[in-house]
């Protein structure tokens, strides 16, 4: 008993202290980390589900387009102030104030910006009731220029057990409130009051978790510092909003409100997995790239590892995804969805290109060129912007999602080059860092196929098993791989030979 005591204490001691090490701080922020996107994901994954029955694809597309106009506004004036601190070295204490004040400025303009133009914004896309949500929404943006400023030290001290609540105040918040707003009024101001109950819970948490309190201060010359490399990341912003946001507002001015609905959903369900698993270890290795920027071999490790992990989660969910794509549709969200799954299916490859070339930003932020992940991103939106609405206007959604995958292709060259210059890995590796995946996702397509053909995914049940069985089959090649080879997503294993060592 007293052993057992024992070692739950001393897990509880490692889920709350990061560590010495860079390799346990690391491995430590990832398990918290991960654990967020797991949480975050399962609520907004239940979220989605309950309020897929209870609202109309009408009400998620109004809702998109009041969401589409914030997303423009939050990424045409993000200057990247906090990827600046995170990324330089020493001392960052200085430059807090200033960067909280212009946060909080920013706040108000947007608000503001928001407000004024609901009433254009709503009838650009034909939806004039657009305008009141646009308003509401529009305090939203208001509360979040509060936030405490100390929060980037979860990120850049690698402190994400704080990330961890700190995020996830928000998501219980938003799901709480959106369902219970759902149930009682049945339309999209279900969604709103949702956003609005997660900003505000965020900003309460960040003042509870750090002890740093933030003052009205404006220093012009720390400011030109943290935009000299924040502009990059305020561009990268703007041209990944473009090409994330750009297909909706075609859709939503060609196709229509519902159209969108529909589009939106299956964007989310396409990208939820590969993108998430992404997510995760951008987070993680963002401040780790820019701990070993200065040790070429270091870095060139770490970036093979996270690609050889990247693919080996997101290779097999991406297949799976389009193999169940009808099935889950019809059994999770309804028969009034089922129209989203041909895009669905097709958007998925551009969800696991965007899972690979995100490794890619991340590491460019981390050695300090960040321009190298703005012009990764710009090469995307050209293919994509002549192509979408010809093919929208033709073809409908399916058209919309071929010509986001077509501007997706354009990226991976670039990532490739950029990639081996920084790191000076050989294609060799590179190669060797998919063999894992693609054994794998062998496995599972294999496994998927015969439960089909011999079960039938009709039914949950049977849904739920087949899923087991290919999750299973991937498992067990990826435990062949770590047995034989030391490599795979099992990886992670050798954190417990490695601390042997210390």
Request: aromatic share 12%; charged share 15%; proline share 4%.
């Amino acid at each position: 008993m007293a052993r057992v005591v024992t070692r739950i204490k001393a897990l509880g001691h490692w889920l709350l202290t990061p560590g010495e090490t860079l390799y346990h701080r690391v491995v430590h922020a990832g398990f918290w980390v991960f654990s967020l996107r797991i949480a975050d994901r399962l609520f907004g994954l239940a979220r989605t589900i309950i309020l897929a029955r209870l609202l109309s694809p009408e009400d998620f597309g109004l809702f998109g387009i009041a969401t589409l106009a914030l997303s423009a506004l939050e990424a045409f004036s993000q200057i990247g102030f906090q990827a600046a601190l995170v990324q330089k070295k020493g001392d960052v204490k200085p430059y807090l104030d200033t960067a909280w004040t212009v946060q909080v400025l920013r706040g108000f303009a947007l608000a503001g910006i928001l407000t004024a133009s609901a009433p254009v914004v709503a009838g650009f896309f034909g939806e004039p009731r657009a305008a009141m949500l646009l308003r509401v929404l529009a305090l939203s943006e208001l509360a979040k220029g509060f936030t405490n400023i100390g929060v980037l030290f979860f990120q850049k001290e690698l402190e994400f057990h704080k990330q961890f609540v700190y995020m996830l105040s928000g998501t219980l918040a938003d799901f709480g409130v959106a369902v219970t707003a759902a149930v009682l009024m049945r339309n999209a101001w279900a969604l709103a009051f949702g956003l609005l109950a997660r900003s505000a819970a965020q900003v309460l948490t960040s003042y509870i978790l750090h002890q740093y309190r933030p003052r009205p201060r404006l220093d012009a010359s720390l400011a030109r510092e943290m935009y000299g490399f924040g502009r990059w990341i305020m561009a990268t912003n703007i041209v990944v909003f473009l090409i994330t946001n750009g297909d909706n507002a075609v859709v939503g001015k060609v196709l229509g409100a519902s159209a969108l609905g529909l589009y939106q959903m299956a964007f989310l369900f396409s990208n939820l997995m590969a993108t998430e698993i992404t997510n995760v270890l951008s987070q993680v290795t963002f401040p780790a790239y820019s701990a070993l920027q200065d040790n070429v071999a270091s870095l060139k490790r770490a970036f093979l590892q996270t690609l050889e992990v990247t693919m080996a989660l997101s290779l097999p969910l991406s297949v799976g995804i389009v193999m169940f794509a009808p099935e889950f549709v019809r059994l999770f969200l309804g028969e009034a969805w089922t129209p989203m799954v041909p895009a669905l299916q097709i958007l998925v490859v551009s969800g696991l290109i965007r899972s690979v070339v995100a490794i890619g930003g991340s590491l460019f932020k981390g050695v300090g060129r960040p321009e190298l992940d703005f012009w990764m991103n710009a090469a995307r939106l050209g293919p994509m912007a002549l192509l979408i609405y010809p093919l929208t206007k033709r073809y409908g959604l399916e058209g919309t999602a071929i010509a986001v995958v077509f501007g997706s292709f354009v990226a991976l060259p670039i990532w490739w080059i950029t990639s081996q210059s920084i790191t000076r890995a050989g294609y060799r590796a590179f190669l060797w860092s998919f063999l894992p995946s693609a054994v794998g996702t062998a496995a599972t397509s294999v496994a998927i196929v015969l439960g089909k053909m011999l079960l039938g995914a009709t039914t949950l049940i049977n849904f739920i098993l087949i899923a087991a069985i290919g999750v299973v089959a991937c498992t067990g090649v990826y435990l062949v791989f770590w047995i034989r080879c030391r490599t795979g997503p099992f990886r992670v294993l050798g954190l417990y030979e490695h601390r042997g060592h210390k």
